[in-house]
């Protein structure tokens, strides 16, 4: 039968997503690209904000209505989190949550046998065991995903997450390096790492973030290793410098935020405020002078006054990120913000993100601005209809050269490339001349 994959939501989904293609593979199923070709829809869902419950609502209605006879299953963090509500929605055949996903084959071939629905989300213990799913290709990806945390102990008072994903779990050292190096015999150069809250990575054990990093890039192939997003906890000194001593990192750290207004932080529970968040992006940025910091920023948190806003903002401008993912906030059913008074109009939500975009837009292009007139190595992705090869520098920067020459795919490669303008998403260049012989190599 013919399986085909929607995925919501962030990197470790789309891992896991690979994950799952993987084991129906291996079970005898096929894995199509083309809905038209499918039998079986599969719903890795996101449930971080409730728009992103919409969307999945709605493509499942869809699919439900273009494919009456097909199989819907369900699966990922809205049925963990919410497996009543999920176990409600009449398009799902077969419904499970984050945990026990090698069960899959299984249920899938037990729905096919006897044509009855499934819910099978299994809860979370106090401490769960890391699982493991097969995955060495990350289909039409340059760069690979590699799952490496999962789960999340820290209750942001928002946050449904640590109930979606139960408690924190790491993939052992012996596993990270096996799958960078199946990566790296599939002809991955880079290899991201990925988790819920990554930066806890080894905690189980007293390691360190570090100590995969270094994993990965003693990984014969290994190029580059770059990070998923991070909270700010644990990037200490001694993690930073185990990092830069490492030519295979990439200096790009998307660090959330949240707010940069410490009543707020403090009322989201986060675990740190805006002086130490501050003292942690000069610490990285004295390890990494070319390095990008991006980060997340949420307006309109319950009780957020319109100077509590003014005073994140500021903050966040005056840290000089190089991209700023602004989003509202969205009350989650079963977190303690969502019972907090005071919540911010749906009015007041979209004055703050509109002018939190406009800050957003402004410090990116300044960070581009800024990179012009440097040299830097360029891991080309993909080759655009509009007349450009297409990749990304260490520090993460867009780099965007001319097809015309050369006129041959630069895919997978890496070349030297001279910053020379930039625009409001990204960087151009050339070609510098240690890379003139290169890029004419077969």
């Keep these: 039968m013919n399986c085909y994959f929607y995925t919501f939501g962030c990197k470790v989904n789309t891992c896991e997503t690979a994950g799952m293609q993987s084991l129906l593979q291996n079970a005898g199923y096929t894995v199509v690209s083309q809905p038209e070709q499918a039998d079986i829809f599969l719903f890795n869902s996101c449930t971080v904000t409730a728009s992103g419950d919409s969307r999945l609502h709605h493509a499942m209605r869809k699919v439900r209505r273009e494919h009456p006879d097909a199989l819907l299953v369900l699966t990922g963090c809205y049925p963990q989190a919410y497996p009543e509500q999920a176990a409600a929605i009449p398009e799902a055949d077969l419904i499970i949550?984050?945990?026990?996903?090698?069960?899959?084959?299984?249920?899938?071939?037990?729905?096919?046998?006897?044509?009855?629905?499934?819910?099978?989300?299994?809860?979370?213990?106090?401490?769960?065991?890391?699982?493991?799913?097969?995955?060495?290709?990350?289909?039409?990806?340059?760069?690979?995903?590699?799952k490496i945390q999962d789960g999340c102990n820290c209750f942001c008072s928002y946050c449904i997450i640590p109930y979606a994903r139960g408690r924190c779990r790491s993939l052992s050292l012996k596993d990270v390096a096996a799958g960078a190096a199946a990566f790296a015999k599939n002809g991955y150069r880079e290899i991201v790492l990925c988790g819920i809250n990554l930066g806890f990575y080894g905690m189980e054990w007293g390691g360190s973030l570090a100590e995969a990093v270094e994993c990965c890039a003693r990984t014969a192939g290994v190029e580059r290793v770059r990070l998923g997003s991070l909270e700010p906890e644990r990037l200490t000194e001694e993690q930073l410098s185990r990092l830069a001593a490492l030519p295979q990192f990439c200096p790009q750290f998307h660090l959330s935020l949240q707010s940069g207004c410490d009543k707020t932080l403090h009322a989201m529970n986060r675990k740190y405020d805006s002086a130490e968040y501050a003292e942690i992006c000069r610490r990285i940025r004295?390890?990494?002078?070319?390095?990008?910091?991006?980060?997340?920023?949420?307006?309109?948190?319950?009780?957020?006054?319109?100077?509590?806003?003014?005073?994140?903002?500021?903050?966040?401008?005056?840290?000089?990120?190089?991209?700023?993912?602004?989003?509202?906030?969205s009350p989650r059913a079963g977190t303690r913000a969502a019972q907090f008074p005071d919540q911010c109009s749906g009015a007041e939500k979209n004055s703050r993100m509109?002018?939190?975009?406009?800050?957003?837009?402004?410090?990116?292009?300044?960070?581009?601005?800024?990179?012009?007139?440097?040299?830097?190595?360029?891991?080309?992705?993909?080759?655009?209809?509009?007349?450009?090869?297409?990749?990304?520098?260490?520090?993460?920067?867009?780099?965007?050269?001319?097809?015309?020459?050369?006129?041959?795919?630069?895919?997978?490669?890496?070349?030297?490339?001279?910053?020379?303008?930039?625009?409001?998403?990204?960087?151009?260049?050339?070609?510098?001349?240690?890379?003139?012989?290169?890029?004419?190599?077969?």
Excluded: W
Excluded at 97 to 123: E, F, M, Y
Excluded at 294 to 321: K, Y
Excluded at 417 to 431: H, K, P, T
């Design 97 to 146: 949550g984050t945990k026990h996903r090698s069960r899959l084959p299984a249920l899938l071939a037990q729905l096919c046998q006897n044509h009855a629905r499934i819910a099978a989300v299994d809860s979370y213990a106090r401490q769960d065991d890391f699982e493991v799913l097969p995955c060495d290709t990350m289909p039409d990806n340059t760069r690979a995903f590699l």
């Design 286 to 329: 004295r390890h990494f002078p070319d390095c990008a910091i991006t980060t997340d920023f949420m307006v309109g948190f319950p009780a957020e006054s319109e100077a509590d806003f003014q005073t994140s903002l500021a903050f966040a401008e005056r840290m000089g990120f190089a991209a700023m993912h602004v989003f509202r906030y």
């Design 354 to 442: 509109e002018r939190a975009q406009k800050a957003a837009k402004t410090a990116k292009e300044n960070f581009l601005k800024s990179q012009i007139g440097k040299e830097f190595p360029v891991l080309f992705e993909r080759e655009r209809g509009d007349g450009y090869h297409v990749g990304h520098t260490p520090n993460g920067t867009v780099v965007r050269i001319s097809a015309k020459n050369p006129k041959k795919s630069l895919r997978n490669r890496v070349f030297c490339v001279r910053i020379v303008e930039s625009d409001a998403e990204c960087c151009y260049g050339i070609l510098t001349e240690s890379s003139l012989d290169e890029r004419t190599a077969p």
